[in-house]
């Protein structure tokens, strides 16, 4: 069986390690360099933002996916040698008297239905295991179970085992057309005219994957939806946990650096971190966790996320035309979300058995108007 994957990044090609161990000769397209769109600028966290606003079959997607990570963290380790710094930090969410929306009775009702472990503490108990925390919040629910991994290191590994594995990458080789013979998918073409021979094509091309659709006939609603994410440097355990509110979120890492993130902005592919979102961040921080303040900003960054409408991935063979795949649209959960699209799609084209349902992420499913899930409808951060 040979295969075409287009897209580098972490969904792309952790699915072509796994269909390179299921039996396949596999060959990665990547139109510039791969990993280094959404799935280097993301933050790592190994948990949904607002689960219990997405439908059962996500939680089911998402828990099956977080379950692989101990192992497959251990495996990468011991086949590449690297570390992807996976760690269980847990995720707080505090809680404030001004917030636009409380979800403290929805995250509990959530995790007590699908059996997350969730702890409820008051004002001083948050601040107390939290201390750069507002004196101002009332209360806060952590999940204590809630791991991280650190996205450049986990791409470079996977690309490590790519090499390992004997999965053939091409960078700067963008995919523009598909090759038919007698109404069979034989193939893509690439922009320089270069051609790949293929049983089946994995379209995995993030946030670039709805242009692309078009120009392979036919339609795919991803669009990109742009994150601006600030690095500050601070010493090891001035925050343990991730924590997670509406206006931002912050990601400590082991060596005492802490991600504040991310901006939602729909604005197409506009590259560039800018004032405006910076300062809205550091508001936000001042609001949420006024003992950052003073920490050196070391680096600013940004990425594309691949949006769908209704805020879910797109997972599954494409109707009309026998042999073409997608995988793409998995918006803020791509990191979480690999290890089990990788599966389930290996298995699919593989023609295997799939253990999870994923009719809910068919490339064809019907789309909502609105959905809180979806595209925002306004930039802000």
Same mark, same amino acid.
């Given at each position: 069986m040979k295969v075409v994957v287009i897209g580098g990044g972490i969904i792309g090609c952790l699915t072509a390690c796994f269909l390179k161990q299921r039996g396949a000769d596999v060959v990665v397209l990547e139109r510039g360099k791969a990993g280094q769109e959404a799935s280097w600028a993301g933050a790592g966290i190994l948990c949904p933002i607002h689960p219990w606003l997405y439908p059962d079959s996500f939680t089911h997607l998402i828990d099956a996916s977080l379950a692989m990570y101990p192992a497959f963290q251990e495996q990468l380790k011991s086949d590449t040698g690297m570390s992807i710094e996976w760690q269980k930090s847990g995720l707080l969410v505090p809680f404030f008297t001004d917030d636009k929306n409380n979800h403290k009775q $929805? $995250?509990? #009702? !959530? /995790? *007590?239905?699908?059996? !997350?472990?969730? *702890? *409820?503490? #008051?004002? &001083? &108990?948050?601040? $107390?295991? *939290?201390?750069?925390? /507002?004196h101002q919040n009332t209360g806060s629910l952590r999940w204590p179970e809630v791991a991280q991994v650190r996205n450049p290191r986990l791409l470079k590994a996977v690309r490590i085992w790519m090499d390992k594995l004997g999965v053939e990458l091409h960078e700067h080789a963008e995919v523009t057309s598909l090759i038919m013979q007698q109404d069979m998918l034989s193939g893509v073409q690439c922009a320089d005219e270069k051609r790949f021979t293929a049983n089946q094509v994995l379209l995995a091309s993030g946030s670039w994957s709805g242009e692309l659709a078009e120009q392979l006939g036919f339609a795919l609603p991803v669009k990109p939806v742009k994150g601006q994410i600030v690095l500050l440097k601070g010493k090891p355990r001035l925050m343990k946990s991730i924590v997670k509110h509406d206006d931002a979120y912050f990601v400590p890492r082991a060596d005492g650096r802490v991600l504040v993130g991310a901006s939602m902005e729909f604005v197409g592919f506009e590259r560039g971190n800018t004032e405006q979102i910076t300062e809205q961040l550091m508001a936000s921080m001042q609001k949420i966790a006024p003992g950052l303040q003073g920490l050196e900003v070391e680096h600013q960054w940004m990425g594309f996320r691949p949006g769908s409408p209704d805020g879910l991935p797109y997972l599954g063979d494409v109707s009309n035309v026998k042999g073409l795949w997608v995988a793409s649209g998995h918006y803020r959960n791509g990191v979480a979300l690999a290890p089990i699209t990788a599966e389930v799609m290996s298995c699919k084209m593989m023609g295997e058995a799939v253990q999870v349902d994923c009719s809910d992420f068919s490339v064809d499913r019907a789309i909502p108007e609105t959905s809180a899930l979806g595209f925002p409808q306004t930039v802000d951060g």
């Amino acid at each position: 069986m040979k295969v075409v994957v287009i897209g580098g990044g972490i969904i792309g090609c952790l699915t072509a390690c796994f269909l390179k161990q299921r039996g396949a000769d596999v060959v990665v397209l990547e139109r510039g360099k791969a990993g280094q769109e959404a799935s280097w600028a993301g933050a790592g966290i190994l948990c949904p933002i607002h689960p219990w606003l997405y439908p059962d079959s996500f939680t089911h997607l998402i828990d099956a996916s977080l379950a692989m990570y101990p192992a497959f963290q251990e495996q990468l380790k011991s086949d590449t040698g690297m570390s992807i710094e996976w760690q269980k930090s847990g995720l707080l969410v505090p809680f404030f008297t001004d917030d636009k929306n409380n979800h403290k009775q $929805a $995250a509990l #009702d !959530w /995790s *007590e239905r699908f059996n !997350w472990d969730v *702890e *409820e503490l #008051d004002g &001083q &108990q948050t601040l $107390a295991l *939290e201390p750069t925390l /507002s004196h101002q919040n009332t209360g806060s629910l952590r999940w204590p179970e809630v791991a991280q991994v650190r996205n450049p290191r986990l791409l470079k590994a996977v690309r490590i085992w790519m090499d390992k594995l004997g999965v053939e990458l091409h960078e700067h080789a963008e995919v523009t057309s598909l090759i038919m013979q007698q109404d069979m998918l034989s193939g893509v073409q690439c922009a320089d005219e270069k051609r790949f021979t293929a049983n089946q094509v994995l379209l995995a091309s993030g946030s670039w994957s709805g242009e692309l659709a078009e120009q392979l006939g036919f339609a795919l609603p991803v669009k990109p939806v742009k994150g601006q994410i600030v690095l500050l440097k601070g010493k090891p355990r001035l925050m343990k946990s991730i924590v997670k509110h509406d206006d931002a979120y912050f990601v400590p890492r082991a060596d005492g650096r802490v991600l504040v993130g991310a901006s939602m902005e729909f604005v197409g592919f506009e590259r560039g971190n800018t004032e405006q979102i910076t300062e809205q961040l550091m508001a936000s921080m001042q609001k949420i966790a006024p003992g950052l303040q003073g920490l050196e900003v070391e680096h600013q960054w940004m990425g594309f996320r691949p949006g769908s409408p209704d805020g879910l991935p797109y997972l599954g063979d494409v109707s009309n035309v026998k042999g073409l795949w997608v995988a793409s649209g998995h918006y803020r959960n791509g990191v979480a979300l690999a290890p089990i699209t990788a599966e389930v799609m290996s298995c699919k084209m593989m023609g295997e058995a799939v253990q999870v349902d994923c009719s809910d992420f068919s490339v064809d499913r019907a789309i909502p108007e609105t959905s809180a899930l979806g595209f925002p409808q306004t930039v802000d951060g």
